[in-house]
């Protein structure tokens, strides 16, 4: 059957929310309204129930206790809170001075980790940014390798959003337990997919969001370890002492209902869904591979998310591709579409030649992905990629056996 | 990025795609000028090839292009304005026609300069293979 077009194939950057999750919302818009801090009257109470039902959703999805979770407008709010926080509670120094302590994270991490670190090093401390191999992994080892001792912080996502790789997390988390650093990850590309239990896992500070598990946009949640260790934040947010004080601000009551249904829907169907995914994205993967010649999957072979394909075609452009393939929404690993025409920095973290990381496709797949539109798409890729092959002159090299990287381009 | 209609019918219906030979074939030949400009790394490589009768004039004209819709539909309207031209008619094609004719947006300009660089690359192999000195030499736009 054919299906419905276009196909959504991009919920590594959004996902749909959930029928049952908006169902569980609509209620808290316009009759169960109160503000969860009114502590007088019945409307605080209920709206303060519901927040606290959905900190036990969240809480129970990644093996916490309630109180560890602190409600946020989303990953980048967390990632801000825990990376600044962090550092300026554990400070060796006060500001202005340097020497400040040692921060490590990693080269392709995501924007809203990267930039935090990079104002953190403005203001006297020292980052570390690690690089990954070719696999797109950071391993313990790596980060012991790195280890300082005013090392005061390690900051590395679980998953990469891009790629999907998974690194070491466990590990680092074990071998931070051992040094006394602070472990922060960006977990939004894993939690809710992969199962995750904060203890056994050794985390300290974790950052999850709403959307990209089905849930509403603008809600996200920082989980803050309460004991061995106690980990304690500076507050970015000053004002009304909500959420013991890290996170000041009205709680978003309704985002934080549904974000707190999107838990439990990850939580009980996540089993079945991953493994269900897991075969969708072989599929993908390998119906490209088989049908079109220099075409790689980037990322390590199996230390990867069910959900994620990155997959690279030499020899054509990422954004002509993007518009050969118009009935798939994906992401290009090019930001060929900015200003910027920069080939995606993470791919080039991992070594992707120039002409492979100009031409990527990030294929993310989700609760609604269909076998028949995983079809559809290896059809209208191939299609894409041999029409655009029959007009480029690297293709055109590459098959007279000529070395394209080799050549002396005139620089533009 | 919405894309002006006549961008995505050169897109999709590409004109004179192709070339005259293989890379060393082309290069042995006096009637074929080639112009190859732009880099992988910058994410547009085009390749114009002109075929040149002898009364000057460019008898036909052949593309390839990796880049973006834009860069594929600048050459593939680059080749269809240079049939039947005079090499020194066709040193007057300018980036900014091209930019009229497919309405390219600001970001997009790169791609009309580089078809404009393409041309004048192919017109100076052909003049150079064939010993004539370089007419009208105005400077390509500045980029």
Not at chain 1, 321 to 337: E, F, H, Q, W
Request: proline share 4%.
């Amino acid at each position: 059957m054919a299906p419905k077009l276009p196909i959504y194939f991009d919920n590594a950057a959004t996902t749909r929310c959930d029928p049952r999750v908006v169902e569980a919302m609509l209620p808290y818009f316009s009759e169960k309204f109160g503000n969860s801090a009114s502590r007088n009257h019945s409307f605080g109470w209920e709206a303060e129930d519901a927040v606290e039902l959905a900190r036990e959703q969240a809480a129970a999805l990644i093996g916490a206790n309630p109180k560890e979770v602190i409600f946020t407008s989303g990953s980048t709010e967390s990632n801000n809170l825990a990376i600044k926080g962090a550092a300026l509670m554990y400070a060796k120094a006060p500001a202005g001075q340097t020497g400040r302590g040692h921060i490590i994270t990693a080269i392709h991490e995501h924007k809203a980790v990267l930039d935090p670190c990079k104002r953190l090093q403005r203001e006297g401390f020292d980052v570390t940014f690690l690089e990954p191999g070719a696999d797109g992994i950071i391993t313990a080892e790596m980060v012991a390798g790195a280890m300082r001792p005013d090392t005061i912080l390690v900051t590395l996502m679980w998953a990469n959003n891009e790629l999907g790789t998974i690194n070491e997390i466990p590990q680092i988390g074990a071998l931070c337990h051992q040094r006394d650093v602070v472990l922060h990850t960006d977990a939004t590309q894993w939690v809710g997919k992969m199962p995750t239990d904060v203890e056994r896992d050794c985390v300290d500070l974790m950052s999850w969001s709403g959307h990209k598990m089905y849930g509403p946009k603008g809600v996200g949640a920082l989980y803050v370890r309460r004991r061995k260790p106690r980990v304690r934040l500076e507050a970015i947010l000053d004002g009304g002492g909500h959420e013991r004080g890290m996170r000041s601000g009205t709680m978003n009551v309704t985002g934080i209902v549904g974000f707190g249904k999107a838990c439990e829907l990850c939580r009980q169907e996540m089993d079945h869904e991953r493994e269900r995914l897991l075969k969708l994205r072989r599929k993908l993967e390998s119906g490209l591979a088989s049908r079109i010649e220099v075409c790689q999957v980037n990322g390590h072979a199996d230390k990867r998310l069910p959900n994620i394909a990155n997959v690279s075609f030499g020899f054509v452009e990422g954004e002509s591709l993007m518009m050969g393939v118009k009935d798939i929404a994906c992401s290009s690993g090019s930001a060929c579409t900015s200003a910027s025409l920069e080939p995606s920095y993470v791919l080039k973290a991992l070594g992707v030649g120039d002409e492979l990381a100009h031409s990527s496709l990030r294929l993310s797949l989700g609760r609604w992905s269909t076998e028949e539109e995983v079809d559809f798409a290896i059809e209208a890729i191939v299609k894409a990629v041999e029409h655009l092959r029959t007009m480029s002159p690297l293709w055109d090299l590459h098959k007279e056996g000529i070395d394209v990287s080799k050549i002396q381009w005139q620089a533009h | 990025m919405a894309y002006s209609e006549k961008v995505v019918d050169h897109y999709q219906h590409p004109r004179n795609v192709g070339s005259f030979g293989t890379s060393s074939e082309v290069a042995k030949r006096t009637d074929v000028g080639v112009g190859i400009v732009g880099a992988p790394e910058c994410g547009d490589v085009m390749q114009l090839q002109i075929k040149v009768n002898e009364q000057g004039v460019i008898e036909d004209a052949k593309f390839k292009c990796f880049g973006c819709g834009s860069a594929i539909a600048s050459s593939s309207l680059a080749t269809e304005w240079l049939k039947g031209r005079s090499l020194d008619d066709a040193m007057g094609i300018k980036n900014t026609q091209i930019v009229e004719e497919l309405s390219l947006p600001p970001v997009k300009i790169h791609c009309s300069v580089l078809a404009e660089d393409s041309i004048r690359a192919a017109i100076a192999d052909y003049r150079k293979k064939n010993g004539l000195a370089a007419e009208s030499a105005a400077p390509a736009a500045a980029h």
